[in-house]
């Protein structure tokens, strides 16, 4: 249920409504709003009659709404979310550009990929030091000597660093090095580990699980807004589908539902999304033209050697003439991608 108070409420309005909610047993979450507080009732108000809500003082409206997931949601939150993390903006008029190898194989890779994407104009570098690989043979990830390379690299070249964490355990360990915490795919629904994102201090990035509903994907992220942490951006990666031509079904559909259904910034991996480096550059534009706040790629300067996901890594030629593409697309849609930087 959300409730909706007057743009005159007082704060003593607003409290009682809290307290009288708080007495039945209910918690509230409260947001700013740019015209109105808005707070959001939780626990089970099939019990509460929206009548005795409506009466307080201050109240503008009450509704109930028939979503199941509440912070996540629009009407909990008119306004799109706008995530900081360090000089970049998450969410607003600029489309962001996540990318790097697959996983960080040795410090040499990272150090030759993330000068290459950081000059074509990318500001947040990704590396897998924890790898969730589906064979327990294949490599697993360089762990913390992995994340030290990535943070390496990203302070020499100007870039945030996002990398993946398996388990809850990792949480502090990785907040160390990483800007933004990564929640893989397989990952999205172990409730333990997400419920502990929900006090984590780092952004979260929640990929969609691969047979996972969108609306089951917004109550992932319900997990972690409800715990605390108010920074989530997700992001589309593909879903497993009846199709073997892709190794997943890029949901570009997920955007515009998602931009209706919530707040949220939303992402689209076109690398895991299609598994084939000659399918990406054109699922990159047109999750861009959907709408999407920003693409995640995996890019490789010698991907034929790759530890990991070679086949659908670009080569950093590739990646610059692809950042070109989507700077024309962006500004079509009245967005903007960061420019070249000026080679050193
Ligand atoms: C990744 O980003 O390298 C990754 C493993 O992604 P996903 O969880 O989407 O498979
Ligand atoms: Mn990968």
Redesign the pocket.
């Known amino acids: 249920m959300v409730i909706m108070m007057e743009k005159e409420a007082t704060e003593s309005q607003i409290e009682h409504v809290i307290e009288f909610l708080d007495e039945r047993g209910f918690s509230v979450h409260r947001s700013t709003g740019v015209e109105h507080i808005v707070l959001g009732v939780i626990g089970d108000v099939s019990k509460l009659d929206i009548r005795d809500l409506k009466v307080l003082p201050g109240v503008a409206d009450a509704y109930r709404i028939s979503v199941p997931y509440k912070m996540a949601s629009r009407q909990f939150q008119h306004e799109k979310t706008i995530i900081k993390v360090g000089d970049v903006e998450i969410g607003g008029d600029e489309v962001v550009v996540i990318a790097g190898p ?1 996983s960080v194989e040795y410090k040499d890779q990272v150090m030759i990929i993330a000068e290459h994407v950081a000059h074509a104009g990318v500001k947040i570098l ?1 590396g ?1 030091a924890f ?2 690989r589906t064979s327990p043979y294949s490599f697993q990830g360089l762990g913390e000597e992995g994340l030290k390379i990535l943070r390496e690299a990203a302070d020499k070249f100007g870039l945030l660093v996002i990398t ?1 964490v398996m388990d809850k355990d990792q949480i502090g360990m990785v907040s160390e090095y990483a800007d933004i915490i ?1 929640v ?3 990952n999205m629904q172990n409730f333990s580990f997400i419920r502990a994102l929900g006090k984590a201090e780092k952004p979260v990035f929640l ?1 969609r699980g691969i047979a996972a509903t969108i609306e089951e994907w917004l109550m992932s992220a319900e997990y972690i807004l409800s715990g605390g942490n108010k920074n989530v951006m997700l992001c589309e ?1 593909g879903i497993r589908t009846f199709e073997t031509y892709t190794r997943n079904t890029l949901d570009l559909s997920a955007i515009p539902v998602v931009k209706k259904l919530s707040h949220l910034p939303i992402f689209a ?1 076109p690398s ?1 999304g299609t598994g084939i480096r000659n399918k990406v550059i054109p699922m990159a534009r047109a999750a861009i033209a959907a709408g999407a706040d920003g693409i ?1 790629v995996e890019v490789h300067h010698d991907p034929e050697h790759a530890l990991s ?1 070679g086949a659908q890594s670009l080569y950093p030629d590739q990646f610059a003439e692809l950042m070109d593409q989507i700077r024309v697309i962006a500004e079509v849609i009245g967005r903007k991608i960061a420019d070249k930087r000026d080679s050193e």
């Open positions: 697959c990704r897998g790898k969730p993946e990564q893989g795919a397989r990929k990666r991996d895991h995640m996901d």
